[in-house]
């Protein structure tokens, strides 16, 4: 896309974004940021306190530290989302869990089956247009013997634009939906608990995997809305998040490539700054190319 006639050369959306991994189902969703997120965070250490008689100052036992608390707050626009490839599907990825990690490469395999929500022009599978249709049928006030014609006779009509209208708006309600689930486990075979959240934001945040105490969402009021189906054209998302790591460290791993700080999910300390890889961050072996 261009910002003010200039080529918009940040690809923020290529290396920005969270991904959300669903225990059990090999499925992972990435939600890129197409505006700048706000991030901030905070940790806190456990400590005993010990005041010793006549001592004019405390000592301290360290004990341990909590995890990492990451407020992530970002903003989607729909007219901003129209500068990119939208599409619910180029967003899911289908990973096989009992496959070792040298098969990376189903993280690029996009979803594609009959099932899938982003077919624009079929009521069947896409809501917007389904929104779409229905506002032309009251709008229009047609007759009742007519209505069974009425998805034949208009989306023909449709210009390209509009079907790229309806196609980010579909994307939109899709992203909403997945922020959702971030606090939700799957009902059917509810063992295996809410989605894995992992926050990707330039060097800062590299793959940091959390899990979501809470969300927030909402929209600003003065961006008004894509009329026909009522969407807010300006999306507010805040995640409430807690970093989770399940592994300690491996005596002998002090440093560790990429790919097996992101796989091994290898909780680290302050040896892990000091030294290789000058970060405790998991990073990632993933590079998106969307």
Partial sequence: MRINGKPDNRLLERRSRLSFHYPTAGIIVFIPFYENPTITESKQASLVEYNPLARSGSLFAYTGAKSRRITVEATFTLPHLLNFDMGIDR??????????????RLFFQKISSPESLNTVGDVNTSLATELHVDWIWKK????????????????????????????????????????????DNNASEPRGGPPIIHLTHGGLYQNVPCICRSYNLGWVEDGGYDLPTLTPRRLKITLNLSETRTNM???????????????????KGWESVINEPFTTDPGSPLRTNW
């Fill in 140 to 183: 229009e006030s047609l007759r009742e013997e007519e209505d069974q014609n009425l998805i034949g006779e208009i989306l023909p009509l449709f210009a390209d634009n509009q079907y790229n209208q309806l196609k980010a708006v579909d994307t939109l309600l899709f992203f909403a939906n997945v922020l959702r689930t971030s606090v």
């Fill in 249 to 267: 460290n491996t005596p002998g791993k002090d440093t560790m490539t990429a790919v097996e700080r992101s796989y091994a999910n290898t909780l």
């Fill in 91 to 104: 967003f899911r990825r289908l990973v096989d869990l009992d496959k070792q990690q040298t098969d990376q």
